[in-house]
């Protein structure tokens, strides 16, 4: 496992913008797939985007296709998390979190932060 740590979290207005970061110590991040999920109160942890340890490999949920970038500086150990055109139903808690492997489930994730909110108003 490896320990992550969140960052840039905040209160915007809706159509903000946001950008999240999840960094970690050692170079084993860097060969690591990096998630990030979000959970809302009373609501499930669900999945948002994930990169590959290349970073040549990113997916998303529907629901922020086209407004979220996933990204990774590897001379930093730092994966990144753009987040445009925000809206009150992104209002959650983030979380990273990493693995071996590339996957959308939360529980194919061996390491996780401890999350980062981000609040949208209307």
């Known amino acids: 496992q490896v320990q992550l740590i969140e960052s840039g979290g905040g209160l915007v207005q809706a159509g903000g913008s946001l950008r999240l970061s999840c960094t970690a110590s050692?170079?084993?991040?860097?060969?690591?797939?990096v998630g990030w999920f979000r959970q809302a109160p009373g609501k499930e942890r669900e999945f948002v985007a994930v990169i590959s340890g290349s970073g040549s490999g990113t997916r998303y949920a529907d629901s922020v296709q086209d407004r979220f970038t996933i990204s990774r500086d590897r001379a930093k150990n730092t994966v990144s998390l753009q987040l445009n055109r925000l809206k009150p139903e992104d209002t959650a808690t983030y979380y990273c979190a990493a693995d071996p492997s590339m996957s959308v489930k939360a529980a194919s994730f061996a390491s996780w932060g401890q999350g980062t909110q981000v609040t949208v108003s209307s």
């Open positions: 050692g170079r084993v991040f860097n060969n690591l797939a």
